[in-house]
């Protein structure tokens, strides 16, 4: 059994004259595929991304979907064993070394993802979407309802964070000018692939002191669009309700079920996709149930007021 998050998204489309339909997209892009060799991969000059349709046709059900990371050439990991040096992993012409995930997405904005350490995330749908079809939309993590609450009571008494960020050079250019800068000013606008810091007044500092407010705004607006580049974010602060430490760990935050599927036999490292696809949609109905998916989006909408 492979251990699995599946975690939830808000979908969004930013073209008015063309807004998205997924059953629409995915049946052009199966026939894209059909007339094109290899039209669905897309390489964005730092990686490879491939969008599988696998379900599209019935419009009663959700939209079912493969999304692979591809590695080939020179961009393969290598072999190893205890008794011999490193080799690389040899592949055929148009074969690729692939982290797949499941993806299924709703006509109600709402999608979701099976999750795990290598999966490729859903940015990288967004941008294949955007090149290959020329349909734009935004994907935002949904939160459990009560986290922007609780980053609110801590605002203006926020004492640590610890940030990690993927490419932080594309969050700088796409963030208001200067927050990243205000941030981390030694690492603005250098290209670098990743960066981790934590900063904040220390576990023993007096209770009494924070983090500046210029800098706490910048922690506020990452932790409140935080999606490809944030690979975690803990914010610590004194909680203005209950005047007691709070520890907000962003990421695992989101809305999410974890789950064990079984693997597929033939390859043991990915979930048999007919029951990853079935355990996303029964999760949507448990989470629909419990009025959680209808409240996070609720709560995410008030903050973008």
Same mark, same amino acid.
């Not at 059994?1 to 599946?6: A, I, P, Q, T, W």
């Not at 796409?174 to 927050?179: E, I, T």
């Given at each position: ?6 975690v939830f998204y808000r979908w969004t489309s930013l ?12 049946? #052009?892009? !199966?026939?894209? /595929? ?15 991304? !491939? ?22 050439? #020179? &961009? ?26 499941? @993806?299924?997405?709703?006509?109600? %904005?709402? *999608? ?18 955007? +090149? +290959?079809?020329?349909?734009? @939309? ?27 960020? &993927?490419?932080? =050079? #594309? ?15 030694? $690492?603005?606008?250098? +290209? #670098? ?6 900063? %904040? ?8 002191? $924070? ?12 932790? =409140? ?16 309700? &209950?005047?007691? &430490?709070?520890? @907000? ?20 490292? /990915? ?7 079935? *355990? /996303? ?8 149930? +419990?009025?959680?998916?209808?409240? !996070? /989006?609720? *709560? ?6």
């Open positions: 059994m492979l251990k699995r998050k599946l073209d008015n004259d063309r807004q998205f339909n997924p059953y629409a997209t995915m049946t #052009t892009l !199966a026939s894209e /595929i059909d007339r094109q060799e290899e039209f669905e991969v897309l390489d964005s000059g730092e990686y490879k991304t !491939a969008v599988l349709p696998v379900f599209y046709s019935d419009r009663s059900r959700p939209v079912r979907l493969q999304m692979l990371s591809l590695r080939g050439g #020179t &961009t393969l990991p290598v072999k190893w064993r205890s008794d011999s040096s490193l080799e690389s992993i040899n592949l055929l012409d148009g074969e690729y070394s692939a982290d797949v995930t499941h @993806i299924v997405i709703w006509p109600d %904005g709402v *999608a979701a993802q099976e999750y795990h350490g290598n999966a490729p995330r859903m940015g990288r749908l967004s941008y294949f979407l955007r +090149k +290959k079809l020329d349909q734009k @939309i935004l994907i935002d993590g949904l939160y459990n309802p009560n986290m922007f609450a609780r980053l609110d009571e801590i605002r203006g008494q926020v004492r640590q964070v610890h940030l990690a960020l &993927t490419r932080p =050079e #594309t969050w700088a250019q796409d963030s208001r000018p200067g927050a990243f800068s205000t941030l981390l000013p030694a $690492f603005a606008g250098v +290209k #670098t692939p990743s960066l981790k810091v934590a900063f %904040g007044m220390g576990r023993y500092g007096p209770r009494d002191r $924070f983090l500046d407010p210029d800098i706490e705004e910048t922690v506020f607006e990452i932790a =409140e669009r935080a999606q490809e580049q944030v690979d975690s974010m803990v914010i610590g602060g004194l909680s203005r309700r &209950t005047g007691k &430490t709070e520890r @907000i760990d962003l990421l695992n935050e989101r809305l999410h079920e974890a789950v064990e599927l079984p693997a597929e036999r033939e390859v043991p490292s /990915i979930p048999r996709s007919d029951d990853a696809f079935s *355990a /996303i949609e029964n999760a949507r109905r448990s989470l629909d149930e +419990k009025g959680l998916i209808a409240d !996070a /989006i609720r *709560a995410q909408a008030v903050q973008e007021r």
